[in-house]
């Protein structure tokens, strides 16, 4: 048995937690835990994917058209916002939302039914790009650069106009 490394010989104690009360009182940690203590990953992106849902309807864009919605009382540049767009180009059946967050921006863009599918621009240092289909994601990328998200995007937004997926058969994110 002592030539065998691999083989655990000794037996350890299991350790000992300390209850929530032993732990010390950090104003700052414990507010943080609290807040954390019982996030469910899952449940967060059900939430987003219903919120973006939510604003996409109350938006209610005619197709072929943007709609404006501030998020924070602090707003990002208009000649950015028009600059942002004007590179998107919406496609003719598509409905796009500007959410405002005043630091960043993210654009949704949805087909003529906005719940059969959504693409979800996030414009940050890191650009990303999020489709959902009938309130699912099924593809998420990031970018080096804007420019090349909003490309992508696009791409995307036209072949799923082209070859919208249907209800009743599983998709699979083929044409993405």
């Not at 998107?88 to 939302?97: E, M, N, Q, S």
Request: net charge neutral.
């Amino acid at each position: 048995m002592e030539n065998r490394w691999w083989v655990e010989t000794s037996t350890k104690k299991p350790q000992r937690t300390k209850a929530e009360s032993d732990l010390p009182q950090l104003p700052v940690s414990m507010t943080f835990y609290s807040i954390a203590k019982d996030y469910q990953q899952e449940r967060a992106k059900e939430d987003l994917t219903d919120n973006n849902l939510r604003i996409a309807r109350a938006a209610d864009p005619p197709e072929g058209s943007w709609a404006y919605v501030p998020m924070t009382e602090e707003h990002y540049p208009p000649r950015l916002v028009k600059r942002i767009k004007e590179e998107f180009r919406l496609p003719k059946r598509a409905r796009g939302i500007v959410l405002d967050h005043g630091c960043l921006l993210r654009l949704l863009i949805c087909g003529p039914e906005l719940e059969d599918w959504m693409i979800d621009v996030t414009l940050t240092d890191e650009p990303s790009v999020d489709v959902y289909v009938w309130g699912t994601m099924y593809r998420e990328r990031l970018f080096n650069r804007a420019e090349e998200a909003l490309r992508v995007a696009r791409k995307w937004a036209v072949n799923l106009l082209q070859h919208p997926p249907q209800r009743d058969q599983l998709f699979r994110g083929s044409v993405l």
